[in-house]
């Protein structure tokens, strides 16, 4: 008889396997404070050192660049490169995830400002939608249930993939962490909303979890691999409308129409390069939202005393600064991780391929990406005012992140389907529907119950808060 345990390659995946069930333990152990072993450690002549090490390993291992490099290391490793190499990949995948932060963090910085336009110029208050923040936010009611269906999840997601990966087209394992965070806080709030909670609630959404981390990335495989040649897709909450829209572009456009492909008189060739673009096409804005705000109410609120329109200039080419750190951090980030990702698919999880963050698409079609943004924020300003005009039950803010994130990536895709026409389509209608998927979502999310009714998803948080809060009420009865 086989002995599975004889095998070096199922002994590898038992190892992992623990490791990330000693992770998870670990999770709920610093959620619950009140449990036996934090009391434990609390009435030794040492008291709050088990929970440093515990705070210091959690801190750690929720890093994304340090998670990220060890998954690269391991793939090396069983590929049998020398240490030096191990080191050098390690390392390498480090920096290029914490440029992507970097950058990021430099565009987000630099863009929130508009949110508070948008609110001066409107003249309303509304609802904020943006996953991870509302996650977190969430985290102080339902922290024990969002961290461990994060991890729990997670595990029954590699168990998925490593049984499924050869023979059907789940074969993708979703490495971007925040999302998989903001998705673990909307599964938590859907349970919570119909009075599902504790260890009910983690059982019923780790499978939530894992069924959503599983199918994303494989759904929008069509749609991504074309654009990486074949070599990732995307594990990322724009997976479902990423989905629509390579649909929607196939069937109304022709890719044939290629924006990558206009050509600039040579002067002006400088205009296709990505963080040139992002500055001078975001000055306009700034300074015409700026202006409809009001000069002094920018410098008293938002520039520091700094002169509005040298405060809109700097903005946008921090803007633009941030995109170069972004797509460095992605060069370097890719060149390691998708060798690192063979030795793992070879002799971990055969035939798995890995799902990644939606900025390693942008270096592929810098022009369709700002296409997108432009295209992304006209839209977006229409359906805020669609909204004012229908008097919907609360109107969603735009939200300068999704702007240019999701009108990025979904330009992008459009027009690999489509082309311009595809690219207008799409990010036309992805604009509406992450404007109104949060209104349709709110009463599946029951955020008023916990008082965060100021807060909201849309993404495929908001699409899969619907579909599991209408699945759970139909087989509860609640």
């Excluded at 270096?363 to 992304?376: D, R, S």
């Excluded at 669609?386 to 459009?414: C, D, E, H, W």
């Amino acid at each position: 008889m086989y002995d599975i345990y004889s095998s070096k390659k199922w002994r590898n995946i038992l190892a992992v396997f623990l490791v990330i069930v000693c992770l998870t333990f670990l999770i709920h152990v610093k959620i619950s404070s009140s449990t036996s072993i934090m009391s434990q450690a609390s009435n030794t002549n040492n008291p709050g050192v088990v929970e440093s090490i515990i705070d210091f390993l959690l801190d750690l291992l929720s890093t994304p660049a340090f998670t990220l490099a060890v998954v690269a290391a391991i793939g090396v490793a069983v590929l049998r490169k020398p240490i030096g190499g191990i080191i050098e990949t390690f390392l390498k995948v480090f920096i290029g995830v914490a440029l992507i932060s970097a950058g990021a963090t430099v565009i987000v910085n630099a863009v929130l400002p508009l949110n508070d336009l948008f609110i001066k110029v409107g003249g309303f208050k509304g609802v904020y939608t943006w996953e991870e923040p509302t996650a977190a936010a969430a985290m102080a009611y339902l922290g024990f249930e969002i961290g461990t269906i994060f991890g729990l999840g997670f595990i029954l997601h590699l168990v998925l993939i490593r049984l499924l990966a050869k023979r059907t087209p789940f074969k993708y394992v979703f490495l971007t962490g925040h999302t998989m965070f903001g998705m673990a806080g909307m599964v938590a709030l859907v349970l919570n909303n119909i009075g599902i909670k504790g260890w009910q609630a983690v059982l019923w959404g780790t499978i939530m979890q894992a069924i959503y981390l599983t199918i994303a990335p494989a759904m929008v495989a069509p749609f991504i691999m074309p654009i990486t040649n074949g070599q990732w897709t995307l594990g990322h909450n724009q997976d479902f409308w990423l989905t629509v829209s390579g649909i929607i572009a196939k069937l109304v456009g022709n890719p044939k129409n290629d924006v990558e492909k206009y050509s600039f008189p040579k002067g002006l060739e400088f205009l296709k390069i990505p963080s040139i673009i992002t500055a001078i096409i975001m000055l306009p804005v700034f300074i015409v939202f700026s202006a409809l705000a009001g000069p002094s109410y920018v410098e008293a609120n938002l520039t520091g005393g700094t002169h509005w329109i040298v405060w809109c200039f700097v903005q946008s080419v921090l803007m633009g600064a941030g995109i170069e750190v972004l797509l460095l951090g992605v060069r370097t980030f890719i060149g390691e991780i998708i060798p690192a990702f063979r030795g793992i698919s070879e002799k971990l999880i055969p035939g798995a391929m890995p799902g990644l963050d939606c900025p390693t698409i942008y270096p592929f079609a810098p022009t369709a990406l700002m296409f997108g943004v432009i295209v992304m924020l006209i839209a977006v300003l229409l359906a805020t005012v669609t909204q004012m005009m229908l008097k919907t039950p609360f109107v969603v803010l735009p939200n300068a992140i999704y702007i240019f994130f999701v009108g990025a990536s979904t330009g992008i895709v459009g027009n690999k389907f489509g082309g311009l026409r595809g690219l207008i389509v799409t990010v036309v209608l992805s604009a509406f529907a992450y404007m109104y998927v949060p209104i349709l979502s709110a009463q599946f999310l029951g955020l008023d119950k916990i008082g965060l009714e100021a807060l909201g998803m849309s993404a495929d948080n908001g699409v899969w808060a619907i579909f599991y809060g209408a699945l759970l009420k139909a087989i509860t009865g609640k």
